[in-house]
């Protein structure tokens, strides 16, 4: 669920003061799943932040929507491995110190197979931002063949 004071209490969105309160949140685990089986057809995103979208939602000639960014919460090992091209890659445990780096506009939020992702969707809607998880991951991205790049060699999810 989404907490309506959150945001407010932390103030400005690029704010200091939006960090040490989010990092503290982070670091006391006060992290809830949210959402439930979302009711999508294709290409038809949900409205409400937290609700999860599977790869089956997602156009296969442009599987990021205008307006959203793909957010990748995977270790940076995963990264170099392989990739959705054109991803933000910001590890879930950084995601604290690096509150700043997030992208403006709403996140898609990619892991291996979507629990990092969940819980980094719950604590990114908890700091204000409007996340979305991506169930199956990337693991389930690679199964549907969409595109994937690597830092060198021919791209795998591990």
Sequence with gaps: MRCSWFPSLLGVRRGSSRSAVARTW????????????????RMTLPDAPGTPVTVA???????????YVLLDVREQDEWDAGHAPGAVHI???DLPERIDDIPEGELLVVC?????????????NQAGF?????EGGMKDWQQAGLPLESVGGTPTVV
């Design 26 to 41: 982070w670091a006391e685990g006060d992290v809830h799943r949210s959402g439930g089986p979302p009711s999508l057809g």
């Design 57 to 67: 939602d997602l156009d296969r000639e442009k599987p990021v929507p205008d307006g």
């Design 91 to 93: 590890p879930m445990g």
């Design 112 to 124: 291996r197979s979507g629990g990092r992702s969940a819980r980094s969707v719950a604590w990114l």
């Design 130 to 134: 409007d996340a979305y998880n991506l």
